[in-house]
Structures are given as C-alpha cells and as structure tokens.
T-cell receptor, first 114, second 122 residues
C-alpha cells in the first residue's frame, strides 16, 4: 500500500541550529514528492516539491530537501532555524500519472527554543 | 480574494444534525480537493473534482458524506447525521490541472489550501 512515514512526531531545536526532518515513502514507482508547512491557525503552504531532475530541491524560507531513490527518502533540511519556523511539517507524495492526489505523512511538529 | 476561501471557519453541531461546508477556490483553478485533518489521523483525501469530469470520491468515508461542485467553481461538502468521529478540520484545496499549458511550459498542479473549517460534533 502507498504510504508516507514521518518517524519523528515532535522535534525541538534551538534557534540557529540546523534541522533535518525525515520522510520515507512506500510507493510502486518514484512518485512526486512534496513538503508542506502548517503554521498555527493557517492553511498548508507548499515549501518545495520534487518532480524530476536535480535531486536536491530548494524551497521557500531557506528550506531544501534531497530525494534519495535508493532509500525512498525525501528529507527536509534547513541550516539555521528561526523561531518563526515553529510549525507542523508534512511530507506528501502524489502519483506520476493523473492528478496530485496527495498522500500525506502524519506530520512532524517542530518547536524552536530561543 | 486571492486564495482559497472556506466557510464557516468553525462549526459546532449536535450529533445527528447535517452540516454543510463551503469552499470557494482560486479563480481559474479547474481542480478542487477536499481533505480531512483529524487528531491522530493526519490528512486524508476525501474527494477530487476536475472540470466537468466525474469526481474521484474514493476517499469519502461513508455514504453520509457527499460533495458537489456547482458551475465548476464553488464546492459544498455535506455531512449528514453527523457523528462525533466526524469532528475534524476539513481542508479544501484548488489547483490548475497538471500538464502542458498553452503557450508552453508544464504546470505541476500545485495545490493551494484554504485555512479549513473546524467541525466539532457534540
């Protein structure tokens, strides 16, 4: 069955520290890959996406993610976290054909200490 | 407005009552999606509309759930005889269709989400 796993439910980092949020997927073929962020009381916002090409993808707000086919992973990274990055982060996949019927992971809640 | 608009933002209802949730997509977006975000369940797909095509209803959890999209724009999600387990945030998203666009280029069909309607069933 198609699924997305985000192993870390909750992560706490200090402001200025680096961040890596893990995402693994189980899919019949390499899907399209996405990271979304949801800040308190707000809708989901797309951070970045991978469709093809360079496996290191740059997104908004200084985030990047690397697609590793051999590990079925699409981990999200940021070199230096800001307090405003505190939010919930969702990894998602969509099939290559058809439409963006997103399958989401359970999310990782990020807390940032000053 | 510029974004996806959902109403009401909050709805409290009694078990057994029917509720309607509305979604106004971004103008020009042909695709519309409904998702449900429950505590401990994450985000689950409910239904997808694309233009005049038959919707993909494969995610609707029971026959108490239905949705329609009138005139290819506004959508209404209806939950009949609500149950406590229906309590969740219902998210709507819209997008352009994925694929090649007139004038060149390819659209990846990025979803734009509304802020959601929080439903509480007492």
């Amino acid at each position: 069955a198609q699924s997305v796993t985000q192993p870390d439910i909750h992560i706490t980092v200090s402001e200025g520290a680096s961040l890596e949020l893990r995402c693994n997927y189980s899919y019949g073929a390499t899907p399209y890959l996405f990271w979304y962020v949801q800040s308190p009381g707000q809708g989901l916002q797309l951070l970045l996406k991978y469709f093809s090409g360079d496996t290191l993808v740059q997104g908004i707000k200084g985030f990047e993610a690397e697609f590793k086919r051999s590990q079925s992973s699409f981990n999200l990274r940021k070199p230096s976290v800001h307090w405003s990055d505190a939010a919930e982060y969702f990894c998602a996949v969509a099939p290559l054909r058809g439409y963006n019927k997103l399958i989401f992971g359970a999310g990782t809640r990020l807390a940032v200490h000053p | 407005g510029a974004g996806v608009s959902q109403s009401p933002s909050n709805k409290v209802t009694e078990k057994g009552k029917d509720v309607e949730l509305r979604c106004d997509p971004i103008s020009g977006h042909t695709a519309l999606y409904w998702y449900r975000q429950s505590l401990g369940q994450g985000l689950e797909f409910l239904i997808y509309f694309q233009g005049n095509s038959a919707p993909d209803k494969s995610g609707l959890p029971s026959d108490r759930f239905s949705a329609e999209r009138t005139g290819g724009s506004v959508s209404t999600l209806t939950i009949q005889r609500t149950q406590q387990e229906d309590s969740a945030v219902y998210l709507c998203a819209s997008s352009l269709a994925r694929g090649r666009q007139r004038g060149g280029g390819t659209n990846t069909g990025e979803l734009f989400f509304g802020e959601g309607s929080r439903l509480t069933v007492l």
